[in-house]
């Protein structure tokens, strides 16, 4: 018999990606999530039993955690990762959970960062270190997925506004995140203890992103670098249509940061999506094709270009706090 699965974060990018390959292949998934929302009324009626409740809460937590033997633990991009962690290990301590998969973060291998949240992941590690459990710690960089709140400008105005600089970035799909994270869960002895940098198949810059939206849009698209205040006025423009608040802007401000210090290209590609799973990764051009057709904005047209100038005139109006302000919730 599979062992049954457990799956925090399930509504998200790579949980519910990951739980839908593990479904697919017969295990038995729990997924916790905090509201019966679209995302997780489609895994239960692929077959996954729902558990509703917040990872902040022990009782809730832990009665989760009955019955399953493996986790894929993602701590949602909230405060208080670092405590939440801490009880969660408690938690799957007490219930002697075999495996976990830990979503961590490429940039908490390196020396204190800015973003609060990649210095409690870092401190995460250590707690982990100390548990005495089976940890596999995932430490992909910057999702490609990121990029795509740029969709509706590429492809109307052939613009692709975004403050990377100079650095580049092997980015990888959701949907070979979700990939490995499933063949983790359903072999995890070999990679026990381990620290796995899934990547895509090449780095690109900015403008070899855009030059990719050219090819598959058919039109042509220019990178534009954009400054940070900018890029603040963009984060709060579409800031519900993306998920963010103030939190999670600020630590983004620092990882645009990084990004343009090429951070996220340090050591270059890995094979671990190919070893793990047996294919090769997504290139940038599949992922964008992805995107763009199954993109609201993909049909070109007048209206649809109207829009997207009224967005784009309207951004430097954006009102947005100051960075000091921005500064308190990065602490």
């Keep these: 018999m599979k062992e049954k699965i457990l ?17 697919n292949d017969g295990y038995p998934v729990k997924i916790y999530v905090r509201s019966r929302n679209t995302r997780a009324l489609e895994l ?21 955690l009955k019955d399953t033997t493996r986790v894929y633990y993602c701590h949602p991009f909230v405060p208080g990762l670092f405590e939440n962690t801490k009880m969660f290990i408690r938690c799957a301590r007490e219930n002697n959970i075999e ?18 949240h990649t210095n409690d992941i870092k401190a995460s590690y250590h707690e982990y270190e100390q548990s005495g459990l089976n940890v596999i710690q995932l ?39 979700g990939l490995v994270i499933a063949a983790l869960l359903k072999n995890p002895k070999p990679y026990i203890g381990k620290r796995l940098r899934p990547t895509g198949p090449k780095s690109l810059s900015g403008r070899e992103m855009a030059a990719i939206f050219s090819k598959v849009t058919g039109n042509k698209v220019r990178y534009f670098d954009i400054p940070e ?9 579409f800031a519900k249509e993306m998920g963010l608040d103030n939190f999670s802007i600020s630590q983004v401000r620092h990882y645009m940061k990084e990004y343009q210090h090429n951070s996220f290209d340090i050591d270059g590609t890995t094979n671990i999506v190919k070893e793990l799973t047996g294919k090769e990764p997504d290139d940038f051009e599949r992922i964008v094709r ?13 209206s649809n270009w109207f829009q997207a100038m009224k967005k784009m005139l309207a951004l430097p109006l954006q009102a947005i ?10 602490q």
């Design 99 to 116: 495996a976990i998969v830990n979503m961590g973060q490429w940039l908490a291998e390196f020396d204190e960062q800015g973003s609060i």
């Design 44 to 64: 239960e009626k692929a077959g996954a039993e729902i558990y509703l409740g917040d990872l902040t809460d022990y009782a809730q937590l832990s009665e989760a």
């Design 7 to 23: 799956i925090t974060s399930a509504t998200g990018k790579t949980g519910f990606q990951a739980a839908t390959h593990l479904l």
């Design 321 to 330: 706090p100051t960075i000091q302000e921005l500064e308190k919730y990065n």
């Design 139 to 177: 430490i992909p960089g910057f999702f490609a997925d990121n990029t795509f709140f740029v969709t509706e400008f590429a492809n109307q105005l052939g613009l692709m506004p975004l403050p990377f600089g100079k650095g580049k970035n092997p980015a990888i799909s959701n949907e070979d995140l």
């Design 290 to 302: 992805r995107y763009v057709n199954n993109s609201p904005y993909r049909i070109r047209n007048f």
């Design 229 to 237: 205040w900018m890029f603040l006025k963009a984060a709060f423009f």
